[in-house]
């Protein structure tokens, strides 16, 4: 038998545990969005998810990290510009798709840039901060930071990814 490497998982406070969760329900829809071009379904609907999920789920999230989270640490911070720089993109491309909901290229790219940016969060950014952070500012975030406690596209009624019709 070959010896597999070993990983340990990554130890989050709570504070930044909260946000973690809400990347979970934005991970679901990356896979969500893959299963319906898997399944050729036409791009409008799936445009029409993403549409909906980020007025209700990712915009806000946004929000509350550059605000609550990021604001925590100095605005010059590299990795904190990355981040604001990789919102700003993928708002842009939502913008893209409000206008052009058929192009499958741009679910495509938005798919690939949202996962690449949860995982640039989740690998190397909140690490970061959780180390930066004082206990106290960790408390006040956990204070104030409540996670949605369900995915929203439990509220959409097209769930493309389990049906083709």
Do not use: C
Not at 11 to 17: C, D, N, P, V
């Amino acid at each position: 038998m070959f010896d597999q490497p070993q990983f340990n998982p990554i130890r989050r406070k709570e504070a930044l545990l909260r946000f973690s969760r809400e990347h979970h329900y934005g991970l679901l829809l990356i896979w969500k969005i893959r299963e319906g071009i898997k399944k050729n379904i036409p791009p409008e609907r799936i445009s029409d998810f993403i549409l909906y999920f980020f007025e209700h789920d990712l915009k806000e999230h946004f929000h509350k990290e550059e605000v609550d989270l990021f604001a925590r640490i100095e605005s010059n911070n590299e990795l904190i510009q990355t981040a604001l720089k990789e919102h700003q993109q993928l708002t842009a491309m939502v913008e893209q798709l409000r206008k052009d909901k058929k192009n499958t290229e741009l679910i495509t790219k938005f798919s690939d840039e949202l996962d690449k940016h949860i995982r640039f969060e989740e690998r190397t950014l909140f690490n970061e901060i959780q180390n930066s952070l004082s206990d106290k500012d960790l408390i006040e975030l956990e204070a104030t930071h409540l996670v949605k406690p369900y995915d929203v596209s439990d509220d959409w009624d097209d769930k493309f990814w389990i049906i083709t019709t």
